[in-house]
């Protein structure tokens, strides 16, 4: 891969954006790399939390602008061409997506500029940690269009709503003390080495956990965000009874009174009919 890195180790992976130089903007490239990777971590089942994090001066810049200028044609003249915009979006959409429904954790740590397409990006994310430098900013808007790949989607149900559309309107910087007093990240760090060790840290805390149970509470969580009370009980209920398991509980009560790391079955491997 030329735009990301990935490692792994004890049941963390780790992925880093590699443009450092090039502010991490998300070219063609990154797209592919990223969808890759995440279909390859959500189907293998190894992994039990994720990190993202980057290199150089910023997070990601977002968008790389010459993209649209050279790779992928924006065809604005017919109806049919625009019709295509929509199902370009669908596709780049669906790629961060991807972060929401991968079945781990996904912490996003993030130092320097997160700007437009990172922040789309980020929000997908479930845990947010971010460096006394960093900062947000909605650029889309700048550019002269609007948010479109989730930004506008996720953002307002991490933050007051009235913030949300005072970033979207006017495209200014969110400084990351801001951010926390908003609640968009979940803590700030003097340093990026300091950050990244913590959010490695709260990835292997996560993994230190049965990772069905991890799955289950994701998949309760985002969906309670969307649903009306009333039906996120019930699919809670649902989703315990599907994964209950005595054999994590004992072993999960048991590795706390003797002081020690449990010991959990993997998440299932999947495989694609796609592919029989």
Not at 81 to 87: K, Q, S, V
Request: proline share 4%.
């Amino acid at each position: 891969m030329n735009c990301l890195k990935l490692t792994e180790e004890g049941h963390v992976a780790h992925l880093v954006l590699a443009r450092g130089d090039a502010m991490n903007t998300m070219n063609p490239a990154f797209w592919r790399e990223l969808d890759e990777v995440l279909t390859r971590l959500h189907r293998e089942g190894t992994a039990r939390a994720l990190v993202i994090s980057s290199t150089g001066k910023h997070f990601s810049a977002g968008m790389a602008l010459d993209t649209f200028g050279d790779a992928i044609a924006m065809d604005d003249r017919t109806a049919e061409g625009r019709a295509a915009i929509f199902d370009l979006l669908t596709d780049l959409q669906a790629t961060f997506t991807k972060l929401e429904t991968l079945r781990i954790p996904v912490i996003a740590a993030i130092h320097g500029g997160c700007i437009g397409g990172a922040v789309d990006m980020v929000t997908a994310c479930c845990i947010r940690y971010a460096t006394q430098d960093a900062f947000f900013c909605v650029q889309e808007i700048n550019i002269g269009m609007v948010a479109d790949v989730g930004t506008l989607q996720r953002l307002p149900k991490l933050i007051p709503i009235g913030v949300a559309r005072e970033l979207a309107y006017t495209g200014r910087r969110m400084p990351a003390a801001r951010a926390l007093a908003c609640g968009l990240v979940n803590e700030v760090f003097d340093t990026q080495p300091a950050m990244v060790e913590a959010a490695l840290q709260c990835a292997r805390e996560i993994a230190a956990k049965p990772p069905v149970a991890i799955w289950g509470t994701k998949q309760v969580i985002n969906y309670t965000r969307d649903h009306p009370v009333d039906d996120a009980l019930k699919h809670m209920g649902w989703i315990q009874g599907a994964i209950w398991s005595n054999a994590n509980v004992r072993e999960a009560i048991v590795a706390m009174k003797e002081k020690r790391a449990g010991e959990f079955a993997p998440l299932a491997a999947l495989q694609s009919f796609k592919e029989n």
